[in-house]
Structures are given as structure tokens and as C-alpha cells.
């Protein structure tokens, strides 16, 4: 079991999302990912923030109760 919390692993996602969007476009001129499959990872990877910024507010809710 780990000890990292919502909050951190939001940090993680969206700091690895940043990364994606701006290596990817390279990746793409370079013909090494297709321009479908970069969108795709990167739609993932926004689905996955989002995931976590909810269960954060779900989180903060719960605490406020």
C-alpha cells in the first residue's frame, strides 16, 4: 500500500499530462506516434485528472460534514 493522497497523485497526472502535450506534437512531426494516438493518450490522461479533481472535492466534502 502507498502513502500518496489524491492531491499528490493529481500533482503527478497533471504534471505528467504537461509533459505528454508538449512532447508529443515533436513525437508526431517526427513520425513516431500518429497524431491519433497522441490525442488519445492525452484525452486519457485528462480523463485521469479529472477522475482525481473530483475525488478531491469528494474528499473535501466529506471533511466538511
Given at each position: 500500500m502507498n502513502n500518496y493522497g489524491s492531491k499528490q497523485k493529481h500533482k503527478a497526472i497533471v504534471?505528467?499530462?504537461?509533459?505528454?502535450?508538449?512532447?508529443?506534437p515533436r513525437w508526431v512531426e517526427q513520425?513516431?506516434?500518429s497524431p491519433h494516438m497522441a490525442?488519445?493518450?492525452?484525452?486519457?490522461?485528462?480523463s485521469i485528472a479529472l477522475d482525481y479533481e473530483k475525488l478531491i472535492m469528494a474528499e473535501a466534502e466529506r471533511v466538511l460534514l
Open positions: 504534471r505528467e499530462l504537461n509533459l505528454r502535450k508538449r512532447v508529443y513520425k513516431k506516434m490525442a488519445e493518450e492525452i484525452a486519457i490522461f485528462e
